[in-house]
């Protein structure tokens, strides 16, 4: 393991979550957690590897800090999963209608994915970051089981907290380093993601233009 830095040296945010940990321990990696994950501002790259960090050095266990930030995650998820729930599929259709370049058809065809394929993306989507908190949405929308939901957001979200808390553990105060492989992954997804859409868009625009020449 990395020599190790006194985390009562860190400042700013990182500074601020070690002194709510300190003060709370698990119960404080959860609460920063779940608000972590309604408020994406305070990142997990941060929260998940100072607990890590701290458990390295012994002033929390390691493993009471990854079921405290998945208890965590789970009840971030229940809010944006009930947000999901009071916006509703007929509401969602309804506002498709206004929008331009988006179709009730679309939604409908979303809907139909999401029948399909929702505990995967649920499971998956919480280890992915960008995602993780989006998912939850949809999973409300189309009223996902609750049982069915909480258990797949526990299980991915289980796999995050333990890979990032590890990590932290494992690398004491280079665990800075987290944060620069991170970055290159969000803005790898959110390209991704703006390249979906300018398809979208492209695709959309052909077919409006095609629709008003007949």
């Known amino acids: 393991m990395s020599a190790q830095r006194d985390p009562a040296e860190l400042t700013g945010l990182a500074g601020w979550v070690v ?3 300190e003060a709370l321990g698990p119960i404080g990696v959860g609460a920063l957690v779940a608000l972590e994950t309604v408020f994406p501002p305070i990142p997990s790259e941060v929260v ?7 458990a390295g ?3 929390m266990s390691v493993v009471l800090a990854v ?5 965590g995650s789970v009840v971030g998820a229940l ?12 509401r969602l259709r309804r506002v498709a209608d206004r929008l331009p370049l988006v179709d009730r058809a679309d939604v409908e065809r979303s809907e139909r994915w999401f029948d399909r ?3 995967t993306s649920v499971l998956i989507g919480r280890c992915v970051p960008v995602v993780r908190s989006l998912v939850s949405i949809p999973a409300g929308v189309e009223r996902m089981p609750l049982v069915r939901f909480v258990t ?7 796999v995050y907290n333990a890979a990032l808390v ?7 105060s280079r665990w800075t380093e987290i944060g620069t492989y991170s970055d290159v992954l969000n803005y790898t997804i959110l390209a991704g993601f703006a390249l979906a859409v300018a398809v979208f868009v492209r695709r959309r625009l052909r077919e409006r233009r095609a629709e008003a020449q007949d």
């Open 19 to 21: 002194d709510t940990i």
């Open 166 to 172: 590890g990590a932290g553990y494992l690398l004491g």
């Open 117 to 119: 394929h929702g505990g």
């Open 79 to 90: 809010v944006l999963f009930r947000a999901g729930a009071a916006l509703g599929a007929d």
């Open 152 to 158: 797949w957001t526990a299980l991915g979200s289980a």
């Open 67 to 71: 079921v405290g930030a998945t208890v």
């Open 57 to 59: 050095q012994g002033r």
């Open 48 to 54: 998940l590897p100072v607990a890590g960090l701290l």
